[in-house]
């Protein structure tokens, strides 16, 4: 078969079909969406959504978790993906490299689960519960306060500072939570409180 293409035809089909591929590459086609929307479904087949942020540094940037396994019917629900919320206003969806390695830190071997201590003069840390752990913070923080509370400066003004513990806070919470944590740890009268985006 024989066919004649003239100069001005070849430069208008090939004009048109750039066009087209580059209207595709920048997303205004929906070859994108329907490639998309075809492979999520299948990734993430029958898991469950949780929203969440990330624990990394103060961008405090929203994380979607997608879990399988059935809690209702017994099962242990185990994190499969991890990916950038959209819907949040703070990150839209990106991760920067650290929270797109979020999965790799809930997997990993040796990630503290559960509470330990160290005994005075022991070489290993020795598993507790919450309570006890907790309960000892307590104790300790306020033997602590009982023994160094400053009540008064030399002026004899009333200070009520506490200035041999310090609080580390978490800088990748709400608004509200940093406000009540902020509070509480005030009221105590501790002077020293800083939280991990500075560190």
């Known amino acids: ?72 019917k017994g099962e242990k629900a185990e994190i499969i993906h991890i990916e950038g919320d959209a819907d949040h206003p703070t990150n839209r969806g990106t991760l920067c490299p650290k929270g797109s390695a979020l999965l790799d830190v809930v997997h990993s071997k040796t990630r503290t689960l559960y509470p330990q201590i160290r005994k005075a003069g022991s070489d290993k840390f020795e598993r507790v519960s919450w309570e006890q752990a907790l309960d000892r913070i307590a104790r300790l923080m306020k033997d602590d306060r009982d023994r160094n509370l400053v009540l008064k400066n030399a002026d004899g003004v009333t200070v009520n500072r506490w200035t ?36």
């Open 164 to 199: 041999t513990t310090g609080f580390l806070a978490a800088s990748a919470t709400t608004n509200e939570t940093a406000w009540a944590t902020y509070k509480v740890v005030r009221s105590t009268g501790m002077v020293v409180f800083d939280n991990q985006a500075r560190v």
């Open 1 to 72: 078969m024989n066919m004649e293409l003239s100069r001005r035809g070849f430069l208008a089909g090939a004009g048109a079909g750039v066009a087209g591929t580059t209207l595709g590459a920048f997303g205004f086609g929906d070859v994108e969406a329907a490639h998309a929307a075809s492979i999520r479904p299948f990734k993430l087949a029958n898991t469950a959504e949780a929203r969440n942020t990330c624990t990394y540094c103060s961008v405090a940037c929203g994380i979607i978790l997608y879990s399988k396994g059935d809690l209702k």
